[in-house]
C-alpha cells in the first residue's frame, strides 16, 4: 500500500525565515514524489517532482530514500507562499496520485 | 481558459437523489483521473480512465458510483442515492500518458462541490 504522511497541518513562519515541509512516504518500489500547492480560491496545481530536479518560486524537494521522505524547502519565506501545499505519490505508470492530507502554510509580517 | 473544466461548480441536493458531475480534460489529453477531497483530507483517488477505458476503481467508488468517458473525450460522474457522507469536493484531472519525463503532471479542475441535505 502507498501512503504519505504531513505531519503538520499549519506551519506559520515570519516572512524571510525558512520554510521547511515535511513529507514522508510509504511505497514498495521506485515512486515518483510530487508537491501540489493549492492557492486561495485556485485549482490545486503542481509545484514540483523530484524527477525535475528543479527550484519552482525558491521551492526545492529531495528525496531521501534512505529515510522515505520528501521535503519541501525554501530559505526565505514569502508572503504569496502562503497556501495549502500536499505532497503526493504516484507508482510506477504515471497512474493514481496518493495525497497526504497537506500542510497549511502561513507567512505573515 | 484552456483547463480542466468542471460542472457544476456547487451542487446540493437531498439525500436519496441522484447526481451527475462532467467533466471535460484538456483537449489532447489521454488520461482522466476522479478523486474526492473531504474537509481537512488530500484529494482521494477513486477512478481513472485511458481514452475511453476505465484501467483502475478505487474500493472507495461504492456500487452507486458509476464513471464513464464515452469517445475519450469528457467524461460523467453518477451517483445513485446520495448519503450524507457523500458530501465533499470531486476533483477531475487530466495528463497525457507519454514516455517523458512531462506525462506524469496531472491538472486539476476547480472541483465540485457536492451537498447532501
Known amino acids: 500500500a502507498q501512503r504519505v504522511t504531513q505531519p503538520e497541518k499549519l506551519l506559520s ?85 496518493t495525497f497526504g492530507t497537506g500542510t497549511r502554510l502561513q507567512v505573515t509580517l | 481558459d484552456t483547463g480542466v473544466s468542471q460542472d457544476p461548480r456547487h451542487k446540493i441536493t437531498k439525500r436519496g437523489q441522484n447526481v451527475t458531475f462532467r467533466c471535460d480534460p484538456i483537449s489532447e489529453h489521454n488520461r482522466l483521473y476522479w478523486y474526492r477531497q473531504t474537509l481537512g483530507q488530500g484529494p482521494e483517488f477513486l477512478t481513472y480512465f485511458q481514452n475511453e477505458a476505465q484501467l483502475e476503481k478505487s474500493r472507495l467508488l461504492s456500487d452507486r458510483f458509476s464513471a464513464e468517458r464515452p469517445k475519450g473525450s469528457f467524461s460523467t460522474l453518477e451517483i445513485q442515492r446520495t448519503e450524507q457522507g457523500d458530501s465533499a469536493m470531486y476533483l477531475c484531472a487530466s495528463s497525457l500518458a507519454f514516455r517523458t519525463v512531462d506525462d506524469t503532471e496531472a491538472f486539476f479542475g476547480q472541483g465540485t462541490r457536492l451537498t447532501v441535505v
Open chain 1, 13 to 97: 513562519v515570519f516572512k524571510g525565515a525558512p520554510v521547511e515541509l515535511k513529507c514522508n512516504y510509504s511505497y514498495s518500489g521506485s515512486p515518483e514524489l510530487f508537491w501540489y500547492v493549492q492557492y486561495s480560491r485556485q485549482r490545486l496545481q503542481l509545484l514540483l517532482r523530484h524527477i525535475s530536479r528543479e527550484s519552482i518560486k525558491g521551492f526545492t524537494a529531495d528525496l531521501n530514500k534512505g529515510e522515505t521522505s520528501f521535503h519541501l524547502k525554501k530559505p526565505f519565506a514569502q508572503e504569496e507562499d502562503s497556501a495549502m501545499y500536499y505532497c503526493a505519490l504516484s507508482g510506477a505508470g504515471a497512474s493514481k496520485l
